[in-house]
Nanobody, 115 residues
Framework: VQLVESGGGLVQPGGSLRLSCAAS????????MSWYRQVPGKGRELVAR????????NYADSVKGRFTISRDNAKNTVYLQMTRLKAEDTAVYYC?????????WGQGTQVTVSS
């Protein structure tokens, strides 16, 4: 299993970013996918999850109405569209799949929201 995140960077408050996670090594279309984030000194927080088909999504209360998770099963890629970003969204964002009783993680991509 390999998960490779991209799309992070520095953005001003109120701005937008789109994160991507390219997956390989497993049947992508059979598994729910998630985005987590982590700030130094704290545990990883679930941000959003999408079902294998893409028909069902869940979000942390802190990002509802601002973030959108989506997937393209033909491209084995999951996305996180982030809008109206706030300073408290600053974190390392990780792509995740839970498969075979094991959590798999990407290397993470840094998102910094600052003026």
């Amino acid at each position: 299993v390999q998960l490779v995140e991209s799309g992070g960077g520095l953005v001003q408050p109120g701005g937008s970013l789109r994160l991507s996670c390219a997956a390989s090594g497993f049947t992508f279309s059979s598994y729910a996918m998630s985005w987590y984030r982590q700030v130094p000194g704290k545990g990883r927080e679930l941000v959003a999850r999408i079902s294998s088909t893409g028909f069902s999504t869940n979000y942390a209360d802190s990002v509802k109405g601002r973030f959108t998770i989506s997937r393209d099963n033909a491209k084995n890629t999951v996305y996180l569209q982030m809008t109206r970003l706030k300073a408290e969204d600053t974190a390392v964002y990780y792509c995740n799949v839970y498969r075979g009783s094991t959590d798999y993680w990407g290397q993470g991509t840094q998102v910094t929201v600052s003026s």
